[in-house]
């Protein structure tokens, strides 16, 4: 198993420029996140998806756009990029039984200048 | 402010001491608390986790203790490494969704040979 993986690792965005962060797992996980890490901080919930076709607001969502159209997907959007949304992005997964425990991508890092 | 804090955002110990790193949360229906490990440059990793019918729970050179009167989370770490070194997060579920969890800001742990 991959288990989770992000692409890209880096990248930079000019203000009000757009992208996609990608998100993938192959462990048939129901529910998925998406966090931003900002520097010396912990982890704060942007979106979160209980299946494919159900996502929700997290704690951070102003800026952002998901989808979640299969089990393994999960894209963020950004549209008209800022300053503000310079950060490390996590995705996470975890399934519905037993533990809660969340599994984590490696993380994209975004500068937005 | 967030429900969950860290009473040391670092801690600096020998190499084979014991380090405790300690986390306060303030709501009092989560029952289910993890702490997970986050090397430089990696995304979160998984260590232990407790529920709230618990008090102690071990693992493999951690244990985890959870003082439920005054809402006080712990992670002892045995005879600690080099490769121990990294920010480690404690998280909780709140709100009553159990599959949403809210992190602290982290402690960061330096470990000298």
């Not at chain 1, 192959?26 to 982890?43: A, C, E, K, S």
């Not at chain 1, 076709?53 to 800026?63: A, H, L, R």
Request: glycine share 10%; hydrophobic share 30%.
């Amino acid at each position: 198993n991959a288990g989770v993986t992000q692409t890209p690792k880096f990248r930079i965005l000019k203000i009000g420029q757009s992208m996609t962060l990608q998100c993938a797992q192959d462990m048939n996980h129901n529910y998925m996140y998406w966090y931003r890490q900002d520097p010396g901080m912990g982890l704060k919930l942007i979106y979160y998806s209980v299946g494919a076709g159900i996502t929700d607001k997290g704690e951070v969502p102003n800026g952002y756009n998901v989808s979640r159209s299969t089990t393994e997907d999960f894209p963020l959007r950004l549209e008209l990029a800022a300053p503000s949304q310079t950060s490390v992005y996590f995705c996470a997964s975890s399934y519905t039984g037993g533990s809660y425990e969340q599994y984590f991508g490696p993380g994209t890092r975004l500068t937005v200048t | 402010g967030e429900s969950v804090g860290l009473h040391l955002p670092t801690l600096s110990v020998q190499e084979g001491d014991n380090s405790i790193i300690n986390c306060a949360y303030s709501n009092s229906a989560s029952d289910y608390f993890i702490w997970y490990k986050q090397e430089s440059g990696k995304g979160p990793q998984f260590i232990i986790d407790i529920r709230s019918n618990m008090d102690k729970r071990q693992g493999q050179r951690v244990t985890v203790l959870l003082n439920k009167t005054v809402k006080h989370l712990s992670l002892q770490i045995a005879a600690t490494q080099p490769g121990d070194s990294a920010v480690y997060f404690c998280a909780e579920n709140s709100g009553g969704s159990n599959y949403k969890l809210t992190f602290g800001k982290g402690t960061l742990l330096t470990v000298n040979p």
